[in-house]
């Protein structure tokens, strides 16, 4: 059930709710100023909940400058006036307390909720677009509820907010504005082009884009309509399609796109359901929002000061928080690229501690100016890893310090290439020989049994091997000269490297560790080409036409063909990759040859695209997941990692998450691992 705000309100004394008062105006008025505020949206709804549990406790002692029961917290004013006022929405966290909202609404209608309206909450910036005559004349934000600033100058740049409606009438749409996840992306591009600081996310970017004048670029966002003034009478989910109709841009092209339910409990599924979606949406939401779609529901309701009663946010886990950077570490990979990685002020995001983040590279450090001792967004959505975005550049204190970029390579001393925006050690490969060594080895790889940290380590630090090709010509002499090697382990690995000799061509490509590509491209590189030298000979423009290889990255895979050239004539002289070749194929649709032969164009799974998710069961349970994608594949499939309305079959196993979930809301056919291996039994390595 909810907490009570008075259980709550011993959480804070006296002076320490005057402190929490004056910290919620100053993050209020950054949220809905610039966006940058210093707390994530978990801190903040904390601390205004226990201002409202100190003020339910204590009303004689309460500030009048208190953000409770104000639109945008009080933090925010307007000087256009709205026609009706532009309201905020209350908050729910679980799903007790959406229980406990409905059943109240439900009370103080004295009759039940004539059906239920679900739709994503979107984190942007809520905005009123007044038309005459079906034209666009004004653009207002919500400021404090009552009056808004006038932003009619950024309209041009705003997607899905008609200049011109479908019908001339007078109408005020009302909705959020953002940037989507490829709009934020593009927008950071154009303003580290412009030597701008990037955004700090994508909310912060919508709120200076809007608010911004005679810039010398262009950012686009984008407009979701989810209410309207004048078009009365009209329940929630005809309203929306109403708004639609006039041309307005809304959120029913989406997965979460809105949708009416008659219980709480098909409600509470449907949140479930966006929730899961959310890291596949193209824009980011902070939340689902719940109506009563009836629009006589509605009146009866009415509105607080603040929030309508009809209408509650259920609020989701916070994707972004704020915290301090406390280190840069700098690894270097197996291919020599040296990255820098944060280390972070321990923080919690959606349920994960997050200490370490992405950084990119340096140059990308550098275009962001962030320091040690920063206080930084932290972003992370779903099982992506969590990127530091911008550092909060107003709330630095001057005992931040530069972060310090290596002078030779961290790992072996060498001088370091700085020539791309990516830095790599001058000996590549070579400074990371074992990592490089273990990668090759691996199940998915040349799947050398035996090959494992130690002995790789063994064998680099004894001089016996500084490549992948070294591995081929190791003697049974030489393994039992290592310590703790002896005549059994010795014949066992030897054996386990002469199979490795005959591996099919896209194993032996993979375990080269080629930048840009991993198993599943190197199958589809393997049965394009059909051969090591036929790979060899191919520049940019031909490895451009593999599916899934755009121009960029045939550029560094061209190049990287380039550097491998001696490593590839070793592997030559050694017969690895040379003698067992996959059949060409000019074309790339659905159904890619794979390890061991040509998919077939008639097989079980011929045109299917099908993705995997779930621990697999039964037959399946020893295969990883690209043994999983190469039996797709030779079954006449196409394997995928994320799905979409291309995806035609999903394999769901043990845990699966929010990939099943999306796949119940396209409707896509699921199925058991059982009953996919029955499908591909005939497929399926022996036992």
């Given at each position: ?6 259980e709550?309100?011993?959480l ?18 950054a ?30 002692e ?12 009080g ?23 959406l ?13 039940p ?17 007044r ?11 919500r ?14 740049a ?6 011109v ?5 007078d109408?005020?749409?009302r ?14 591009r ?12 994508p ?25 309207a ?32 339910y ?6 509470q599924?449907?949140i ?18 719940v109506?009563a ?27 972004h ?16 690229i040296i ?18 983040a ?9 275009r ?18 969590p990127r ?17 970029f ?30 490089s ?14 090959l ?18 070294d ?7 030489q ?7 002896g005549?059994?382990?010795?014949a ?9 000799r ?19 491209m ?5 049965a ?63 159904a ?15 045109g299917?695209?099908v993705?995997?998710t ?13 043994e999983?994608?190469?039996?797709i ?24 998450g929010s ?10 056919r ?18």
């Amino acid at each position: 059930m909810m907490t009570s705000m008075t259980e709550n309100s011993a959480l804070l004394s006296p002076a320490a709710y005057v402190e929490a008062v004056t910290t919620a105006l100053a993050a209020s008025a950054a949220y809905y100023g610039d966006g940058t505020t210093p707390l994530g949206d978990d801190e903040y709804d904390g601390l205004l909940r226990a201002i409202a549990a100190y003020e339910e406790a204590h009303p004689d002692e309460a500030l009048a400058e208190s953000p409770i029961g104000k639109v945008a917290g009080g933090a925010v004013q307007g000087d256009v006036p709205h026609s009706v006022p532009m309201l905020s929405l209350d908050n729910v966290f679980d799903a007790d307390e959406l229980a406990e909202w409905a059943a109240g609404l439900e009370r103080r209608l004295g009759h039940p909720v004539a059906g239920w309206c679900v739709e994503p909450k979107l984190d942007g910036l809520a905005v009123a677009a007044r038309y005459r005559g079906g034209r666009l004349v004004q653009v207002l934000t919500r400021g404090d509820g009552s009056a808004g600033e006038d932003i009619t100058h950024a309209a041009d740049a705003v997607l899905g907010l008609p200049p011109v409606l479908t019908e001339p009438i007078d109408v005020e749409l009302r909705g959020e504005v953002l940037l989507t996840t490829a709009q934020f992306e593009e927008a950071n591009r154009i303003r580290l082009a412009h030597e701008a600081t990037p955004f700090a996310h994508p909310r912060s970017g919508a709120a200076g884009t809007l608010r911004a004048k005679d810039r010398p670029y262009r950012i686009e966002l984008t407009f979701f309509a989810y209410s309207a003034i004048g078009l009365d009478d009209l329940g929630h989910v005809a309203l929306l399609e109403n708004l639609a109709a006039l041309g307005a841009n809304t959120a029913a092209t989406t997965a979460a796109a809105p949708m009416r339910y008659e219980t709480v409990e098909q409600v509470q599924e449907r949140i479930d359901v966006i929730a899961g979606l959310r890291t596949d949406l193209p824009f980011g939401i902070d939340g689902v929002v719940v109506k009563a779609d009836s629009a006589e529901d509605q009146r009866q309701a009415g509105n607080g000061s603040r929030a309508p009663r009809w209408a509650v946010a259920r609020k989701l886990a916070a994707e972004h928080k704020v915290t301090r950077l406390l280190a840069v570490e700098w690894n270097v990979g197996r291919t020599g690229i040296i990255a820098p990685r944060a280390v972070l002020e321990p923080v919690v995001i959606d349920g994960v501690t997050v200490t370490y983040a992405t950084l990119h590279n340096p140059s990308d450090i550098t275009r962001r100016g962030l320091m040690i001792g920063d206080q930084v967004f932290v972003y992370r959505a779903g099982d992506v890893i969590p990127r530091v975005e911008a550092p909060l550049v107003d709330q630095r204190t001057g005992a931040e310090s530069p972060i310090v970029f290596p002078e030779a390579c961290p790992r072996c001393g060498d001088a370091i290439d700085t020539s791309e925006q990516r830095w790599r050690c001058v000996r590549g490969r070579s400074c990371q020989a074992v990592a490089s060594v273990i990668y090759a080895a691996g199940r998915d790889q040349l799947d050398i049994e035996g090959l494992g940290g130690t002995r790789a380590i063994q064998l680099v630090e004894a001089g016996l091997v500084k490549d992948i090709a070294d591995l081929f010509t190791l003697t049974r002499e030489q393994l039992l000269g290592l310590e703790r090697m002896g005549e059994t382990s010795a014949a066992n690995l030897l054996a386990a490297v002469e199979t490795a000799r005959g591996a099919v061509l896209s194993r032996v490509f993979c375990a080269l560790g080629v930048r840009g590509t991993g198993r599943t491209m190197s199958r589809r590189i393997a049965a394009y080409f059909g051969s090591m030298a036929a790979i060899r000979a191919a520049d940019a423009d031909t490895l451009a036409e593999v599916d899934g290889i755009g121009t960029e990255k045939a550029r560094v895979i061209a190049a990287e063909l380039v550097e491998l050239a001696p490593l590839l004539d070793k592997l030559e002289a050694q017969q690895v990759g040379t003698q067992v070749t996959e059949p060409q194929r000019p074309t790339t649709d659905a159904a890619d040859a794979t390890d061991g032969g040509e998919a077939s164009a008639g097989g079980p799974l011929a045109g299917q695209a099908v993705v995997v998710t779930g621990a697999m069961t039964g037959p399946l349970a020893e295969l990883s997941r690209n043994e999983m994608n190469e039996l797709i594949e030779r079954a006449g499939g196409k394997a995928s990692s994320s799905v979409s309305k291309r995806t035609t079959l999903v394999v769901a196993g043990e845990k699966a998450g929010s990939k099943r979930t999306k796949a119940e809301e396209l409707g896509i056919r699921i199925i058991a691992p059982e009953e996919f291996a029955t499908l591909v039994a005939d497929l399926l390595p022996t036992p």
